[in-house]
C-alpha cells in the first residue's frame, strides 16, 4: 500500500468533481493506491465523485478504498450515531454511491458514548463476515478506546487494523498511548491532518491567505493553531526545507511518515500544485539529526 493516502472530504463539496478527477490521475500516475473517504464527506458527494471514476480512471481491484461510517450532518448538525442499525445503514449506502460491491477497509468514524462497544463492533464484524469490508477499524480512537476495541475483536477473530487519528508536527497527542498500543496490539496509525490543517506548509507565516480556511473563518472548525509555539515549529520546518532545498510540506510528511507504528498520512488538497508537493514526499528521507531537531523543537 502506498506511504501517502489520498484524502477527498472536500470532494463533491469545496472541491469540484472534475479538480477531484484531476488530483486522482495524478495520484495514480505517481503510484498512488490508497484513498480515503467516508459517508459523511460533503453530505455523501465525496463518494458519489469517487464513485464515478471507479472503473473509469482505474480497475477496481488496483486501489485501496477506506470509508468510515458513524457521523453524518442533518440541517448543518454534526450527528454521531455508531449503533449497529446506522452503521449497516451507511455501509450499505456507501457501496451504493461507491458502485462497488466491498470496501477495503471500513473504519467507525468516531468513538461514542451513546452507544455500547460491543454493539458499534458487532456492525464491524457484520461487515467482514458479509464480505463487504475485507478489513475493519476506527478512527479517533485514544489510546484506551483502540485497545480495547481491538481486544475484543481478537475474541471474534477479526482483527482491528487500523486507527485514523490527527498526529502532525503541530499535534503529538497520538505518542502518550496511541504509537505504543498500536506496536503491542497490531493496528497501523492513519494520520488526518499530517500538515496541521495546512499551517505546516508555512502559508500562515506571513498573514492569512484570502483563501485560507482563516480568511472564511473557519479557524475553529479547521482547528487552526496559530500560536507563538507553533510559529517556532513552523519556523524550524521551513528552515529545514531550505537547507534540503524542499517544500515545508515534504519535510512535514517525510517527518509524520516515517514515525513508529504510522502507515500512511491521509493528504488533502485543494489544487494538483499541493498534491504533487506532497507526492514529492515520497521519495524524502530525513537525516536523523534533522529529525531529532523537529523532535526537540515540537515536543
Not at 463533491?12 to 464527506?41: I, M, N, S, W
Not at 499530517?194 to 472548525?221: M, N
Not at 536523523?288 to 523537529?294: D, S
Amino acid at each position: 500500500m502506498s506511504r501517502l493516502a489520498l484524502g477527498t472530504m472536500g470532494w463533491g463539496g469545496r472541491t469540484p468533481v472534475e479538480d477531484a478527477r484531476e488530483h486522482l490521475k495524478a495520484y495514480l500516475a505517481a503510484g498512488g493506491d490508497f484513498v480515503d473517504t467516508a459517508h459523511g464527506y460533503a453530505n455523501g458527494a465525496s463518494e458519489e465523485a469517487l464513485g464515478t471514476m471507479l472503473g473509469d480512471l482505474f480497475p477496481r481491484d488496483e486501489l485501496v478504498i477506506c470509508t468510515k461510517a458513524g457521523v453524518s450532518r442533518r440541517t448543518g448538525t454534526r450527528v454521531v450515531d455508531t449503533s449497529r442499525r446506522t452503521l449497516m445503514h451507511q455501509l450499505d449506502t456507501s457501496l451504493q454511491r461507491l458502485g462497488t460491491s466491498y470496501v477495503d477497509l471500513w473504519l467507525v468514524h468516531t468513538w461514542s458514548d451513546g452507544t455500547p462497544l460491543d454493539e458499534t463492533l458487532s456492525a464491524l464484524e457484520w461487515a467482514v463476515t458479509s464480505g463487504r469490508a475485507r478489513y475493519v477499524g476506527v478512527s479517533n480512537y485514544s489510546g484506551w478506546q483502540a485497545a480495547h476495541a481491538a481486544t475484543l475483536m481478537a475474541a471474534h477473530r477479526i482483527p482491528l487494523v487500523a486507527n485514523e487519528i490527527e498526529y502532525s508536527l503541530l499535534n503529538r497527542i497520538p505518542e502518550d498511548e496511541l504509537v505504543s498500543a498500536g506496536l503491542a496490539l497490531g493496528f497501523g496509525l492513519l494520520p488526518w491532518s499530517p500538515l496541521g490543517r495546512g499551517v505546516l506548509t508555512g502559508k500562515y507565516q506571513h498573514g492569512i491567505p484570502d483563501d485560507s480556511r482563516a480568511a472564511v473563518g473557519e479557524t475553529g472548525l479547521a482547528g487552526l493553531n496559530l500560536s507563538e509555539e507553533s510559529g517556532q515549529i513552523v519556523d524550524a520546518v521551513a528552515i529545514a526545507a531550505r537547507g534540503m532545498n524542499v517544500s515545508p510540506a515534504e519535510i512535514a510528511l517525510a517527518w509524520v511518515r516515517d514515525r513508529p507504528g504510522v502507515v500512511a498520512p491521509i493528504v488533502g488538497v485543494r489544487t494538483t500544485e499541493q498534491l504533487r508537493a506532497a507526492l514529492a514526499s515520497e521519495d524524502l528521507e530525513l537525516p536523523r539529526e534533522l529529525t531529532q531537531a523537529l523532535d526537540d523543537v515540537s515536543d
